[in-house]
Each structure stands twice: as structure tokens, then as C-alpha cells.
């Protein structure tokens, strides 16, 4: 696939998706939403409390630009460890075909096990171009979710073959992946990847970030939080 575009929508399509969340707010009652649970994956299950540090990432599983920036910020986990967790949240884009489809694969991994959602991720961020637009444009929509199911399977094992199939019959798994893009477009997110920190949206949306540009972004808050801790006076 060539990079003729960018994973970020113009301005142009900002606006467009507007109608979306309004959409979304008039469908209250239909799309279950609020949802019961907070949108998005825990990586590693590394939940933190008001003391660490949140990364938000939005991605979606066919984005090369989301692709790209998924090794450094793992790296960058891993260097902080428990003083950083990080939430992934699914933006599916229209323009790729397969996007909302991959993304409801996602949901049904982590239905059936928490620890299947990031392995099944990397999966689909190392075998894209199986499921670029051109590569199924002639498949119809039922043989694209056989290829997904199978593809999905051999990700986190064939014994969950018939589970992933149900998975794409059950109505909760595409609600929550449409759950998923309005929440997105109801945090102003219009393309992928886009971050978060602390809940304040990261410059240049839509770009990959690399180690030393997280380095630069999480230190010297890590380097703050360390500054706080050491000058709390203790009383007795």
C-alpha cells in the first residue's frame, strides 16, 4: 500500500465527522452508550492510579502511521515500568476498508481473554497488507471475516476458531467496536495515531513518535512526580 495519504484526516473531514458524534448522541438509547465500561485496552493489565503517568494511544489495526509508532512507545513502557500504563483506544477509519472489521476482532479477543487483544494488535500491525483495501476489493464482506477469524486463530491459538466465529455474530462485539469510534471522535480524534498524556492531546497528530521523542515528553514528568514524592513532609 502506498503511503499516498497520510492517517490523518484533513480539516475538511474533521468537520465531517461532527455529524457522527451528533449522530451519536441522538442514539443514546440504541448504541448503549454511556457504555458500562470505560473504552479501550490496559497494556499488560498495568493499571495505574492518580500517581503514574497515562499514555492514550489511538490507533487502528490497518494504519501504517499506527503501525510505525507502536515499537517505540512499548520500548518506552518498558523503560518506565510501573510509573507509566498506557490505554489503547480503536479508531477504525473509513478509508480503510478493513479497519472496522480488524477492530472488532480486537474486541472479541479481548472478550474472550485480556491477553489475547495486544499479541492479536502486533499481528495485525506485522500483516497488513493482508488486509489492505486493494488486497479485498474483491472478497465480499463474509469471506473478508473468515479470512480475519482464521488469520485471528492462528494469533492466539485454533482452539478459539468457533469462539471468533461467534464472536462476529454476536451484536455486543460490534457495538462495542462503534463504541469505540464515537468515543474517539468524542475526544476530537480524527486520525491515527493520536496520543494522549495525562489527558492533554500530544503536537503533531497523526505521526508516528519515536523513543527518544517519548523520552523527551514522559522524564520530566517522571522527573517531577520523583521531585513531589522526595519534598512531602511527614508529620507525626
Known sequence: MQRQHRCTLTQLLSFMLLPVVNLSILTVQSQNLPPARYDGFVYENRQGDLDSILVEAFFDPVCPDSRDSWPPLKEALKHYGSRVWLVVHLLPLPYHDNAFVSSRALH??????????????????????????????????????????????????????????????????????????????????????????????????????????????????????????INVPHFI
Open 108 to 229: 472479541i479477543a479481548n472478550t474472550l481473554n485480556s491477553s489475547f487483544t495486544f499479541p492479536l494488535l502486533e499481528e495485525f500491525f506485522k500483516h497488513q497488507e493482508k488486509f489492505y483495501n486493494a488486497k479485498t476489493s474483491n472478497l465480499s464482506k463474509t469471506s473478508i471475516v473468515e479470512e480475519i477469524v482464521k488469520f485471528a486463530t492462528v494469533a492466539v491459538g485454533n482452539s478459539y476458531s468457533s469462539a471468533f466465529e461467534s464472536g462476529f455474530n454476536d451484536r455486543q462485539t460490534d457495538l462495542k467496536t462503534r463504541v469505540s469510534f464515537k468515543y474517539s471522535t468524542s475526544r476530537g480524534v480524527f486520525g491515527t495515531p493520536f496520543f494522549f498524556v495525562n489527558g492533554f492531546v500530544l503536537p503533531d497528530a497523526g505521526s508516528p513518535l519515536d523513543y527518544n521523542g517519548w523520552r523527551s515528553i514522559i522524564d520530566p514528568l517522571a522527573g517531577a512526580k520523583s521531585s513531589q514524592s
